[in-house]
């Protein structure tokens, strides 16, 4: 089989400083590049300033007994499944809480 790549990219700023590192050049002219790359257009400055840092509650470690049905229904839905597991359990806990 023979595969074939091809490399494409759009005429932006940094081919016009081709060869040009970024540790050669100042802040002002990576920003200028940046705002003239077509493929950041669609991107907006956030605002940092109102973020919170969100810590998840400590997991305790169990032991559960649960049909092996359903450890591979989870399993196959890949990496994560604990996770996954827990969040059915935190929405039904939440659902039967609420009502």
Do not use: C
């Not at 990219?9 to 990576?30: F, P, Q, V, W, Y």
């Not at 669609?42 to 450890?71: C, M, N, T």
Request: charged share 30%.
């Amino acid at each position: 089989m023979n595969v074939q790549y091809t490399k494409t990219a759009s005429a932006t700023s940094h081919e016009k400083n081709k060869g040009t590192s970024l540790r050669d050049m100042t802040d002002a002219e990576i920003n200028a590049a940046i705002a003239s790359d077509p493929d950041w257009a669609e991107f907006e400055p956030i605002d940092w300033s109102k973020a919170e840092l969100v810590i998840p509650p400590k997991k305790q470690a169990i032991s559960i007994r649960l049909d092996q049905d359903l450890i591979d229904f989870f399993k196959s839905e890949g990496p994560g499944y604990q996770r996954r597991i827990n969040a059915v359990l935190r929405a039904y806990m939440t659902q039967r809480r609420t009502g």
